[in-house]
C-alpha cells in the first residue's frame, strides 16, 4: 500500500510559478512510475506529467510540455512538479499517482492516487 499526500497548492497570478509535492509514505515509490493529473470542475482528469522509476524518462502533456517539469527524489521517496508561466486555463485539482507501467497516460493505469491540492491562477 503506498499512501500519497500533495502539497504546494494555492492561488497565483498568470504568469507565475508553483511547486508541487508529492509526498509518499508505506512503501517506497522507487519501483514505481510516477504521474501528475489534474482536474478541473465539469472535466475529465487528465494526465500533465509522468516520470519513470529511475527519473530518466520523462512524458508531459502538450498544453504544459516546456512549462513544467516533473522530478523525483527517491531517496526522499518524493515527487515534484514545477509549474512555470501558469495559465488561467491550469486551474484545476491536481492528483499524484503511482503506477507500475511507463509511459502511463490513462488514470486506469495507476494503481494509488492522493487526495489531490487546488491550483488556480488568476488573469
Known amino acids: 500500500q503506498v499512501q500519497l499526500t500533495e502539497s504546494g497548492g494555492g492561488l497565483v497570478r498568470a504568469g507565475g510559478s508553483l511547486r508541487l509535492s508529492c509526498a509518499a509514505s508505506g512503501r517506497t515509490i522507487s519501483s514505481w512510475s510516477m504521474g501528475w493529473f489534474r482536474q478541473a470542475p465539469g472535466k475529465e482528469r487528465d494526465v500533465v506529467a509522468a516520470?519513470?522509476?529511475?527519473?530518466?524518462?520523462?512524458y508531459y502533456a502538450a498544453s504544459v510540455k516546456g512549462r513544467f517539469t516533473i522530478s523525483r527524489d527517491n531517496a526522499k521517496n518524493t515527487v515534484h512538479l514545477q509549474m512555470n508561466s501558469l495559465k488561467p486555463e491550469d486551474t484545476a485539482v491536481y492528483y499524484c499517482a503511482a503506477t507500475t507501467i511507463y509511459p502511463a497516460t490513462q488514470t486506469s493505469n495507476y494503481n494509488y492516487w492522493g487526495q489531490g491540492t487546488q491550483v488556480t491562477v488568476s488573469s
Open positions: 516520470i519513470s522509476f529511475k527519473g530518466t524518462s520523462t
